[in-house]
């Protein structure tokens, strides 16, 4: 249930919506969530409520607060808002609310972000799909939803939930350098349908605007492509280290050795060099919105 400012209560059905379960399978994660829990029920019972009188005074089930308590549920950012103020914890409680949410995207995905987070140079080619970042959430969703074996519906919110969180680059100060080449195919693939593939093009426009971001399409037509070993992606950090993965290389593991990056760099330099330019590319996909 909620509570509004009259305090009349609401039905919590969304409580148990799916994106919000532990994942058993990881560790560090639900460790995370086990610790709040353990934290807001020693302040619930220092302030003498019972499970069901705090969650009448914060809007939730009682069943939701034991789950919370118990690590079975990973709690929304506004319930430990409403639980700091109604048990007095002086912000204690809220300030949870930063590893609370990382912990609800999977862990390959958070320690993807956190790569990425320290990129102050990122290079990527995507001959299959558009990479990650630039995607709107209903086109990832689209993505999630095709896997096969199926993802449960929870394990999708999850996966788009990241992905979307992942997209907070575009907001960095300073703003790393972001170089994106995307095979004209994956720009005419109507996945989601064609709705979802119009509003993904404008997108691509609206992030084609951004002063650190370069787009760049790959014609099918291309003669001459060093990308053919597959997507390639490369990072660079402040301390003058540097990661990257390509699927043609290396057995497709990441790597940092500097022999190795410079293989990558000189693929992705070679990519760029045979693509349309970034202006170029803008115009190519106004052309396509407009035949969508």
């Not at 999977?106 to 995507?126: C, F, N, Q, S």
């Not at 990479?131 to 919110?157: D, K, S, V, W």
């Not at 119009?198 to 609206?206: A, F, G, I, K, T």
């Amino acid at each position: 249930m909620s509570v509004d400012e009259t305090g009349t209560e609401h039905g919590d059905a969304g409580a148990d919506e799916p994106g919000w379960d532990v994942d058993p399978d990881d560790e560090s994660g639900a460790a995370v969530v086990a610790a709040v829990g353990r934290q807001l029920k020693a302040w619930r019972e220092a302030a003498g409520l019972r499970a069901g009188e705090f969650g009448a005074a914060i809007g939730y089930g009682e069943d939701q607060i034991y789950k919370v308590e118990g690590g079975r549920r990973i709690p929304r950012p506004e319930l430990l808002d409403r639980a700091d103020s109604v048990l007095g914890a002086d912000g204690k409680l809220a300030a949870m609310k930063q590893d609370v949410a990382e912990v609800r995207y999977p862990k390959k995905i958070r320690d993807l972000a956190r790569l990425e987070g320290r990129a102050v140079e990122l290079l990527a080619y995507g001959d299959h799909n558009l990479h990650g970042l630039l995607q709107t959430a209903e086109y990832a969703r689209a993505l999630f939803e095709m896997r096969l074996p199926p993802y449960e519906p929870n394990e999708i919110e999850r996966a788009v939930a990241g992905r979307m969180a992942r997209q907070a680059i575009f907001e960095r100060v300073p703003a790393p350098s972001l170089c994106f080449v995307q095979e004209e195919t994956t720009l005419r693939r109507p996945l989601g349908g064609r709705m979802v593939l119009r509003r993904q093009l404008e997108h691509l426009l609206l992030l084609g605007q951004l002063r650190n971001v370069a787009i760049q399409v790959m014609p099918t037509a291309r003669e001459e492509h060093a990308g053919m070993q597959g997507e390639t992606q490369v990072l660079k950090f402040r301390d003058g280290t540097a990661m990257g993965r390509s699927e043609g290389a290396f057995d497709g593991r990441a790597v940092s050795d500097p022999k190795q990056l410079r293989i990558l760099e000189l693929r992705c330099g070679m990519i760029r060099a045979q693509a349309l330019t970034p202006r170029e590319s803008l115009a190519f996909i106004e052309q396509l919105l407009g035949e969508t």
